[in-house]
Structure formats: C-alpha cells, structure tokens
C-alpha cells in the first residue's frame, strides 16, 4: 500500500484480508516479494504476420517456478490478430493453411 496510500478500495481489501486469513498476514508480514520482469516480444506468425506482445516473466520466491505471461493491447491490431487465429483456427477462407512454427524476435 506503500504506492496507494489513499486508495480506500485497496485499503478496505488488505484490511478484510487480514481478519479473514492468517495465511495473507503471514505473507503480508513477510514482506516477500518476487522478481518481476518485462519486455516486448515480436512474434511472426505465418497468417497474420507479427504480433508484438508484451512478455512478463512472474517468479516464485524461493523456488524455481516461473510464470511466463504473454499480453497484448485490447483492441490493438495485434489483439485483433490474435482474435483472427482464436476464431479461424489459422485457417484462411481462401484455402486452408495449417499454422507453422512462428520465429521469435526481441525489438
């Protein structure tokens, strides 16, 4: 709450927390956080071209899982992208085209 100290919706939500689990307050006592980091990924798809994605990688201290989690923009051409391969399967209406492997880039 250090970063919102005036967000009363934050504040109502730690403070019910708080009376209802003791697992959250012996985490929010703890004060562990975990590493997070980001970049941008341009992933090139054989029908639509390329998608650039925000990456964020979310660790779990202390251990060695990881979280990778790939986003885009709503409403963003990349979303609409996106939306065209979860609809059609990869399959274009003017011939079938089964999806190949995409290639990675960094930007």
């Known amino acids: 709450m250090v970063n919102y100290p005036h967000d009363r919706g934050l504040i109502d939500l730690v403070e019910e927390l708080h009376s209802t689990s ?3 307050t012996r985490l ?14 341009t992933i090139v798809h054989p029908q639509v071209g390329e998608v650039t994605c925000d990456c964020d990688v979310l660790t779990v201290p202390g251990s060695d899982i990881r979280l990778i989690v790939y986003t885009v923009a709503a409403g963003s051409a990349d979303a609409e992208r996106l939306e065209f391969l979860r609809v059609t399967n990869g399959v274009r209406a003017d011939g079938p085209s089964p999806p190949g492997p995409g290639r990675f880039s960094t930007p």
């Open 22 to 24: 003791a697992e959250f």
């Open 28 to 41: 929010w006592d703890e004060g562990a956080v975990g590493l997070h980091v980001s970049a941008r990924k």
